[in-house]
C-alpha cells in the first residue's frame, strides 16, 4: 500500500539521519536537523502521530539508516496455525517481534515463541522474508523487513506472556481479527501454503 506522504517523509529522515551521522560542519549538521523537523512535521499533519514524539523516535535513530527486522513464527498443529492475542491490542497475530541485538534471527524466534505462547519450538525453515512497505499494512514510521520461520513444537505449553492473553491454533477458514499491524490475512494464507506443499520455495520481496 502506498502513502506518498510517508515515503517523502521517511526519505527524509533517512537523509537527515545519514546527514548527521557522517557530517563534522555546523551548518551541515543545523540543515540536517531541520531536515528531521520536517519529516517529523509531516507525519504529524497526515497521520495521529505526536510531533513530539516522532520527532523523539527520530532524533534517537543514529548511524547509517537501514530497516529494522521482524521475525514471525509459523507453528502449525494439527492444520491449524499458532496465534496469540496482543493484549494491548486485543487482536491476534503470529508470535513474534522485533529481532534484539546479540540474537539470530533463529534465536529471536525460538524466544518470542516461548514468552508469547509458552511454547518450545526449534526453528526448521525460513517460509518468506517480505519489506512490511509492500504489503497492505497500517501507515508506519519505522522501515523493517518480516522473516517468517516456520517451527517444530518439542516442549512447553500453552501459557499467555506478558504482552499476550490467549494462546490458541487456528484453521485457514477460521481466523480470528488478526493485528494487520504485525501480520495480514495474506500472509497467514500464505504460510498455509507450505503447510500444504513442503516443497515451496521461500517467499521474498
Known amino acids: 500500500m502506498s502513502y506518498k506522504w510517508l515515503e517523502w517523509a521517511k526519505r527524509i529522515q533517512a537523509i537527515s539521519q545519514a546527514g548527521l551521522t557522517f557530517s563534522k560542519d555546523v551548518y551541515d549538521i543545523e540543515r540536517y536537523e531541520e531536515l528531521r523537523h520536517i519529516s517529523a512535521e509531516i507525519m504529524e499533519e497526515y497521520s495521529e502521530m505526536d510531533f513530539q514524539k516522532v520527532d523523539e523516535l527520530f532524533s534517537v535513530e543514529t548511524g547509517y539508516p537501514t530497516p529494522k527486522m521482524d521475525v514471525r513464527g509459523a507453528v502449525f498443529q494439527n492444520n491449524q496455525v499458532l496465534l496469540v492475542k496482543e493484549m494491548n491490542e486485543d487482536l491476534w497475530s503470529l508470535p513474534g517481534g522485533f529481532c534484539e541485538i546479540g540474537l539470530s534471527p533463529g534465536e529471536n524466534i525460538v524466544k518470542e515463541i516461548k514468552e508469547e505462547s509458552g511454547f518450545e519450538v526449534t526453528p526448521v525453515k525460513l517460509l518468506a522474508a517480505l519489506d512490511k512497505n509492500k504489503h497492505p499494512h497500517p501507515p508506519d514510521a519505522t522501515d523493517y523487513y518480516k522473516l517468517f520461520i516456520q517451527c517444530e513444537i518439542h516442549g512447553g505449553e500453552a501459557r499467555v506472556g506478558v ?40 517467499v521474498f520481496d
Open 163 to 202: 504482552e499476550t492473553s490467549e494462546v490458541r491454533f487456528f484453521s485457514e477458514s477460521n481466523l480470528p481479527k488478526l493485528s494487520v499491524k504485525r501480520n495480514t490475512e495474506s500472509q497467514v494464507n500464505m504460510l498455509f501454503e507450505f503447510l500444504q506443499d513442503p516443497g515451496k520455495e521461500p
